[in-house]
């Protein structure tokens, strides 16, 4: 059996999708941060976004509230 492949939260099925649902929440609101609803562990997550001149994202760096669950800077 191979070994257990250890990987951050975010990059997991569910982290993925959180995180695409923070930014898609912060970006609606064009916002450059905030705080909003992680879908992974229902807590909130701290996003901060830097925009393009067209309006896409540049930058986005987030953090949740809760330990150990999804984290990102790209
Ligand atoms: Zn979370």
């Given at each position: 059996m191979p070994a257990a492949e250890i990987r951050?939260?975010?990059?997991t099925q569910v982290g993925l999708r959180a995180k695409a649902n923070v930014i898609n929440a912060a970006v609606r609101q064009r916002r450059t941060g905030g705080s909003y609803r992680c879908t992974a562990c229902k807590g909130r997550c701290e996003v901060t976004i830097t925009y393009t001149t067209r309006g896409t994202v540049k930058h986005s760096r987030g953090q949740c509230s809760?330990?150990?669950c999804i984290a990102w800077e790209e």
């Open positions: 951050p939260f975010v990059l809760t330990r150990g």
